[in-house]
């Protein structure tokens, strides 16, 4: 039970896919990087909004968004992508496959002990599968009752039928789901990107931000109010855990392609672009991703979150698939029939 080597996955449709790894990167951007795409949302307002008596000055926001700027590369891009997405099992990833490395290497009296710590981590992820999918969609299609009041009665039952719809297509395949929502990911990191740029422009000064001086000043003038407003903060990095779960799908080099070419830039123009709007209009403070949009464009913007929203739920349900088939490889949980439904 212990150390045991888990059995790559039959690779389907995408054996014919590891030399296109173009096709393979939009792919991952609807599988992979839904959850983390999503944060610009919400993160950065609710850093601002994490402590009463922040001031909304340069030292804070450009503070924040040194903080936003280092969680993305020393979380993401070093700890997944330099160093976690190395450690596949037979080209599996997560954290039971990590714990499965593990393992061999321990004492017997360790190694219960391990297991123990994988199978916590693993109940973690399995949590946040099961509340994040629901509390998303909902959360997205309650947009629509704030553009018109008649709406509010179907909120709920608009809800259940988007997640029944989510839920149906995992039948069809990860191919195409991937291949469904690949290109609307790419149409919102795209949307990301033009939104931050717009007010990069005004106020290019926010660049200083990745200096990481400014995180260690925020702190220093903050020291309360820092540590809280960093638990916020770390809402930019949820969903990186998908990157690895998720390394069997996909393998890592269009999950690597994907995050330093596309997804990490849009999401750090965003940030950067709340963080130029915050200091040219510190009144935007109550939900700066929206102020970002020119009035026109705020009901298509909602929209394309709304969609986006949904898509994120993708990224859990997948990692959640992958861990369960690993537990069932581990012996951790009883044997499962597992239909591999990608063409």
Request: glycine residues 10%.
């Amino acid at each position: 039970m212990f150390g045991r080597p888990l059995t790559h996955r039959p690779p389907g449709n995408y054996s014919q896919l590891r030399t296109r790894t173009p096709a393979l990167t939009l792919a991952a951007l609807g599988i992979v990087y839904g959850d983390i795409g999503t944060s610009p949302l919400y993160a950065f307002r609710e850093a601002l909004g994490a402590g009463e008596g922040l001031p909304i000055d340069e030292r804070t926001i450009l503070g924040l968004v040194s903080l936003i700027f280092w969680s993305l590369v020393l979380v993401i891009s070093v700890k997944y992508i330099g160093f976690i997405l190395k450690a596949d099992n037979h080209g599996e990833g997560g954290i039971l496959a990590l714990t499965a490395l593990i393992l061999p290497s321990a004492t017997k009296r360790s190694a219960a002990a391990l297991a123990l710590v994988g199978l916590f981590g693993t109940a973690l992820i399995y949590g946040d599968g099961i509340i994040t999918p629901s509390i998303s969609v909902l959360s997205a299609v309650e947009g629509f009752g704030e553009a018109h009041d008649g709406l509010d009665p179907y909120i709920i039952p608009l809800a259940i039928g988007v997640l029944v719809a989510l839920f149906s297509i995992q039948s069809r395949g990860t191919a195409l789901v991937g291949s469904i929502f690949g290109p609307v990911m790419l149409v919102w990191f795209s949307l990301l990107s033009v939104l931050g740029i717009s007010q990069i422009a005004r106020e290019p000064s926010v660049f200083r931000s990745i200096w990481p001086g400014y995180a260690f000043s925020f702190f220093a003038h903050n020291p309360h109010l820092g540590f809280v407003a960093l638990g916020s903060v770390f809402l930019v990095v949820t969903g990186g855990e998908a990157l690895y779960a998720d390394l069997g799908h996909f393998g890592r080099r269009p999950i690597v392609f994907g995050w330093v070419g596309i997804v990490f830039p849009s999401l750090f123009l965003n940030y950067a672009g709340q963080g130029a709007m915050l200091l040219a209009d510190p009144s935007a403070a109550d939900n700066p991703f929206y102020r970002m949009s020119p009035e026109w464009a705020v009901f298509p913007v909602a929209i394309c979150a709304t969609v986006a929203t949904v898509i994120a739920s993708q990224a859990l349900i997948s990692g959640a698939a992958s861990l369960t088939m690993q537990a069932v490889q581990l012996d951790y949980v009883p044997r499962l029939r597992i239909d591999h439904t990608s063409p």
